[in-house]
């Protein structure tokens, strides 16, 4: 239990990892050569797994978190109807509405992980 509560203080870092990796080979797909400027957008998640930076972490956690919110007033204003939207649109909602909420609980986990660290 106690190597469990050691290691899952990097599981936010290894998710955005994972959805920039994701991210990449997705536009590299169909973009090609101007996919590759992606892969800085990992570059401070990758450095908070080597040297970690409580600055760095609390900066990273907060700009997520007010992201993620942005998204979640999209999705609420979809959800009362303010804008409408078509059905591939709706669709394309609902199926990224769990990395939205993905990325919340994980910026939420850094800023706390962060504010531990302080505390």
Do not use: H
Not at 38 to 44: A, C, H, N, Q, V
Not at 45 to 63: A, R, V
Not at 91 to 103: D, E, T
Not at 111 to 116: D, G, L
């Amino acid at each position: 239990m106690k190597t469990l509560r050691t290691y899952s203080k990097y599981i936010p870092y290894f998710y955005f990892i994972a959805v920039i990796i994701y991210w990449f080979t997705d536009v590299n797909r169909s973009e090609g050569l101007t996919a590759y400027p992606i892969l800085l957008f990992g570059i401070p998640f990758l450095w908070q797994l080597i040297k970690p930076n409580e600055k760095l972490n609390f900066s990273l956690g907060i700009t997520f978190v007010c992201l993620s919110s942005y998204m979640i007033l999209a999705y609420l204003s979809d959800l009362l109807n303010i804008v409408n939207l078509s059905y591939d649109t709706k669709r394309f909602l609902i199926m990224g509405g769990f990395f939205v909420i993905g990325n919340f609980v994980m910026a939420l986990w850094m800023i706390r992980n962060s504010i531990k660290k302080v505390f």
